[in-house]
């Protein structure tokens, strides 16, 4: 009976033993030649709230006709980076929402989307593809993309604190969707979401689209 107790003891040492190192094991913090920190685990648990996010950041439908007539356009080939559908007779159209009283012409708000067939060149396109949203002024019409101003504690709280870090950005992202803040005095000052068109996401490819 002593003998079965031992060994029952000491099964169960070894499961916490191995438990605790593959928790161990999978926590990773790196820092590359660049810069770019990494403080994330191999396997992290799943952020719904991240997730969804990062899927449907804004309703563009319902953040388009409340903005009506508030704004300029123009069309754009896209960057490499872009996700690009690679439809026929498609196009990358950027559309501009300068807030009242702005100070500076280099903050104004956009959206970039990618629009094909025949409502490409409507204002209110059911079938457009939201590829980029770059932020400078809060604005409640964005509704849970309204971030300008929060803390990196909220963040953190919202959405974990499973991000890469480059100067003083911190990066979100979920396979090809990207989310990149950036910080003055520990709050947002701006952010850049993107579809990628690809899911490696570096130092380089965040410098590119930071520049």
């Avoid at 033993?17 to 790196?30: A, D, G, M």
């Avoid at 899927?55 to 996700?83: A, C, H, W």
């Avoid at 504690?153 to 991000?163: I, L, R, V």
């Avoid at 990149?180 to 979401?193: A, M, Q, R, T, V």
Wanted: hydrophobic share 35%.
């Amino acid at each position: 009976m002593k003998i079965r107790v031992l060994t029952i003891l000491f099964l169960v040492f070894l499961s916490c033993k191995n438990t605790t190192e593959k928790e161990i094991e999978n926590v990773q913090i790196v820092v590359d030649s660049t810069g770019l920190k990494i403080e994330k685990a191999e396997k992290p648990i799943e952020n719904s709230k991240l997730i969804a996010f990062l899927e449907n950041p804004i309703d563009l439908q319902d953040f388009k006709k409340k903005k009506g007539m508030r704004f300029t356009t123009s069309v754009t080939n896209g960057t490499e980076y872009y996700s690009n559908p690679k439809i026929k007779d498609s196009i990358f159209y950027v559309y501009y929402y300068p807030p009242e009283n702005l100070a500076d012409s280099r903050k104004i708000d956009n959206i970039v989307v990618f629009k094909y067939g025949e409502n490409k060149h409507r204002y209110i396109d059911q079938t457009e593809n939201l590829i980029e949203l770059r932020v400078f002024n809060k604005d409640s019409d964005l509704g849970k993309a309204n971030l300008i101003g929060l803390s990196k504690m909220e963040m953190e709280s919202e959405f974990g604190n499973d991000y890469l870090t480059l100067d003083n950005r911190l990066i979100y992202s979920e396979k090809n969707k990207i989310l990149i803040l950036e910080l003055e005095n520990s709050k947002i000052k701006s952010f850049n979401y993107i579809k990628l068109s690809t899911e490696k996401i570096d130092s380089d490819l965040i410098r590119k689209i930071t520049e």
